[in-house]
């Protein structure tokens, strides 16, 4: 009995993986069915009566390039910083940076965004940009989001490398750079899972990009281009689109390519992790 | 030791300093520029007023802590006997597939959530713009959160203790509050991780059941919410100057009770290894 009824609450929890798979993707089927290929057209009028169009290929690259540009700074400043308070950092030092960080990974993203527009945005008019929110703008505030996680997955996965492993590198005479690469190898796995961990949350963040980003539908070109990634459209439109209308499966159809993106993403860091523990332990 | 080494040394502890004081800076700006604005009369007692340029932030606040008081109610129980599941029950082949599940379902963004709670909890089962929708939905994304960071502190108990109950002859119940009982302190922590990420997040219940501005409290679950993050979206994105200082106050706000949350789980960490 007591078994049956925790099954229930865990089966609860598949299904609503499931559910939430389904149910994106049914409601985006009408634009897929109705605007087929033309969903990949550069051009997002979702509301122009004569002719709407439905292209979110702008949209996607501006994530796409927002996401792979903030992600790689956070990579190695995340890196950097969990390689010193791995290896150089006293232990008073650890335990003070490490609590930032914690607190700086639990501050709502909406009050990010905040400080993006109220603060960083007057500094960039301040410092002669043309535009406040900006794809610079958008990419620090996502920088700032993000370290926290990158920092502390890291510096986790550093810390975990047996001792014996670092000790056996000393002895057998191993420099101090050699022996950081040994830990580096033996750390790859979980470097990995939080590098594409990071990847994952940035191109999914949602009130950061519509609040900071600037809400332009054009290619970025420069730094201090207005974008609207993928997750600013669907974010600023849902709320207001007819239910059931073309517009509102289209925004669906956005949402499924963000799910997808995700669900990808997954999948690609199990098997490259899995590799990596593979070719880890030899 | 080498010149490499040395010059490695400095551009990691200059780059690792330089984060801190971003980070530092980052959250004292945010708290300072809202803290003037707690001392207002009325700022936590108050409707706001004039296009929120006047008055107080008293139904976001409650508003709020509704929410989090309905998720609470749905995803804890839920949540703790998934858990259980997880950790006591389940072979351990089926245990691994529903913790990837969880963890894949921990790394869906939050608006993917709330468009999936628009189309399921407010159009399909026609529970409109709504606190129980955004609540509903919100648990929908708590539950997985709670289970992934919980099962790792049921699992940690010692096996000889499980064994040792069984046994002396309790049942698998017994033997489970057991085991819940020796890990209370990791569930707490669990529990208190999951509200705080349910306080904060925002893009699903601004799709799912929060509404700029209403006249009155939530009286019935199907009431529309003003909650504080969805709040300061509104007025950061859609009014002038004369509002700000109401977004910096509940930004201020929300930055100081995620310090104390977290706070209080570093506190609990370090009372558990003593």
Redesign the interface.
């Known amino acids: 009995m007591?078994?049956l009824?925790?099954?229930?609450?865990?089966v609860?929890?598949?299904a609503?993986?499931f559910?939430?798979v389904f149910?994106?993707f049914s409601?985006s089927l009408r634009a897929i069915r109705e605007v087929g290929w033309g969903l990949f057209s550069p051009n997002w009028y979702p509301v122009w009566e004569l002719e709407p169009e439905f292209g979110v290929r702008t949209m996607l690259l501006n994530s796409l390039i927002l996401t792979v540009w903030t992600s790689v700074w956070v990579w190695i400043?995340g890196l950097?910083?969990a390689?010193?308070?791995h290896?150089?950092?006293r232990d008073r030092e650890k335990q003070?940076?490490l609590?930032?960080?914690?607190?700086?990974s639990?501050?709502?993203?909406?009050?990010?965004?905040?400080?993006g527009?109220?603060?960083l945005g007057d500094l960039f008019l301040r410092a002669g940009a043309w535009t406040a929110q900006n794809f610079l703008n958008a990419s620090i505030v996502l920088t700032?989001l993000t370290?926290?996680f990158m920092?502390s997955l890291t510096f986790q996965s550093i810390e975990k490398v047996p001792s014996h492993i670092v000790d056996g590198a000393v002895a057998l005479g191993a420099?101090?750079?050699h022996v950081l690469l040994v830990e580096l190898k033996y750390a790859a796995p979980g470097i990995v899972n939080a590098m594409l961990?990071v990847f994952?949350?940035i191109?999914?963040?949602?009130?950061i990009v519509?609040?900071v980003a600037g809400g332009a539908n054009v290619l970025v070109r420069s730094f201090f281009d207005p974008i609207r990634p993928l997750?600013a459209t669907?974010?600023s439109e849902?709320?207001e689109v007819a239910?059931g209308s073309l517009h509102y499966s289209a925004?669906?159809f956005i949402?499924l390519l963000?799910?997808s993106g995700?669900?990808i993403?997954?999948v690609l860091t199990?098997v490259i992790c899995r590799r990596l523990e593979r070719w880890v332990k030899g | 030791m080498g010149q490499g080494v040395i010059a490695l040394r400095w551009t990691l502890r200059i780059i690792t300093y330089a984060v801190f004081a971003i980070m530092v800076l980052t959250l004292a700006i945010i708290v300072v520029s809202g803290l003037p604005h707690f001392f207002r009369p009325g700022f936590f007692t108050e409707w706001p007023r004039r296009a929120m340029s006047e008055g107080g932030i008293f139904p976001m606040l409650i508003g709020s802590l509704m929410l989090m008081a309905l998720v609470f109610e749905v995803s804890i129980p839920v949540g703790l006997i998934g858990t259980i599941f997880l950790s006591e029950i389940a072979p351990r082949k089926l245990s691994m597939v529903l913790q990837s599940l969880a963890a894949t379902m921990n790394s869906v963004p939050s608006i993917v959530y709330g468009v999936f709670g628009l189309s399921f909890f407010c159009v399909r089962l026609s529970m409109g713009t709504s606190l129980i929708s955004a609540s509903l939905t919100l648990s929908t994304m708590s539950i997985p959160f709670f289970m992934n960071s919980a099962v790792e502190f049921l699992r940690a108990v010692p096996k000889e203790l499980r064994e040792g109950v069984i046994a002396l002859g309790a049942s698998k119940l017994q033997a489970t509050l057991m085991v819940l009982r020796a890990s209370r302190n990791g569930v707490l922590t669990s529990l208190i991780l999951t509200l705080g990420r349910a306080f904060s997040e925002t893009a699903p219940i601004l799709v799912t059941g929060a509404v700029f501005y209403t006249t009155k409290l939530p009286v019935r679950l199907t009431d529309p919410v003003m909650t504080l993050p969805t709040s300061i979206y509104a007025i950061v994105m859609n009014l002038g100057e004369e509002s700000q200082w109401m977004a910096k106050g509940m930004a201020s706000l929300m930055v100081l009770i995620t310090i104390g949350v977290y706070f209080l789980v570093q506190l609990m960490r370090r009372n558990q290894r003593e």
Do not use: Q
């Open positions: 007591f078994v009824f925790t099954s229930v609450a865990a609860l929890v598949a609503a993986l559910a939430i149910f994106i409601e400043v950097a910083v390689l010193y308070l290896k150089y950092a003070v940076v609590r930032i960080l914690e607190y700086v639990g501050v709502p993203s909406v009050v990010f965004g905040l400080f527009v109220l603060i700032i370290l926290p920092t420099k101090d750079i961990g994952n949350r191109f999914g963040e949602t009130m519509l609040m997750t669907l974010g849902i709320g239910v925004l669906f949402a963000v799910l995700c669900l993403l997954n199990n």
